[in-house]
């Protein structure tokens, strides 16, 4: 069964203070692994989408990078304003077009100012 | 830029009625899926569609039916509502190559 798990389940960091957010998955064939952020009461907000093993991708303080096995989020002097629910996703591909994004439960993280 | 759109944002029911979402997704996009998200909880995948055909289903009660118009637009219909059926819905929407899916600002439905 495809399965995606994030760690930790809450991050609190202070300010400029630098850390990574994991997922790791298990699927059948992995078309694609995206990150999300999300907002309290809000849809989630595409941020990046990786295909293969040792893909990057950067997005100002944000970069995440892609193994067999999982993906981080590493997040480089983080402002208060990062503070959001970031969710990792996966698609995985089957022969009989297996469309369904599973994500994982998401990683809260908390910056003080 | 547009955005996937999703209507109405606030929806409030009473048990065993019915409801309607809308979502309209972004220019081009033939890929809709569609959500439910608990408080506190990760997006639980509902059902997807391609090109106006189903082409995936999770965790979707009989209650519930979905369906994707020639305009691509989608629409989910919520029948005999029932408490535990309050929840955010979203829809997102994507291309065929699946490079990005974009989420809508979703629906909140209370039944009370």
């Known amino acids: 069964e495809d399965q995606v798990t994030q760690s930790p389940e809450a991050l609190r960091l202070q300010e400029g203070e630098s850390s990574s957010l994991n997922c790791s998955y298990t699927?059948?064939?992995?078309?694609?692994l995206f990150w999300y952020r999300q907002d309290p009461g809000k849809g989630p907000e595409f941020l990046f989408t990786?295909?293969?093993a040792g893909e990057e991708k950067e997005k100002e303080r944000l970069k995440a990078t892609l193994t067999k096995k999982e993906s981080f989020l590493h997040i480089t002097a983080p402002k208060p304003e990062d503070s959001a629910t970031y969710l990792c996703?996966?698609?995985?591909?089957?022969?009989?077009?297996?469309?369904?994004?599973?994500f994982g439960k998401g990683t809260r993280l908390h910056i003080l100012p | 830029a547009a955005g996937v759109i999703q209507s109405p944002r606030h929806l409030i029911k009473e048990k065993r009625e019915t409801a309607t979402l809308k979502c309209y997704p972004i220019p081009r996009h033939d890929t809709v899926y569609w959500y439910q998200q608990g408080p506190g909880q990760d997006p639980q995948f509902l059902i997807s569609?391609?090109?106006?055909?189903?082409?995936d289903k999770g965790s979707i009660p009989d209650r519930f039916s979905a369906q994707q118009f020639s305009d691509y637009h989608s629409e989910l219909n919520m029948s005999s509502l029932e408490l535990g059926d309050s929840a955010l819905y979203f829809c997102a929407t994507s291309t065929e190559g699946h490079t990005e899916a974009f989420f809508g600002q979703g629906t909140r439905l209370t039944v009370v």
């Open positions: 996703a996966v698609q995985a591909g089957s022969v009989n077009r297996d469309d369904k994004i599973i």
């Open positions: 569609f391609y090109e106006k055909m189903q082409s």
């Open positions: 990786l295909y293969s």
């Open positions: 699927v059948s064939g992995l078309r694609g």
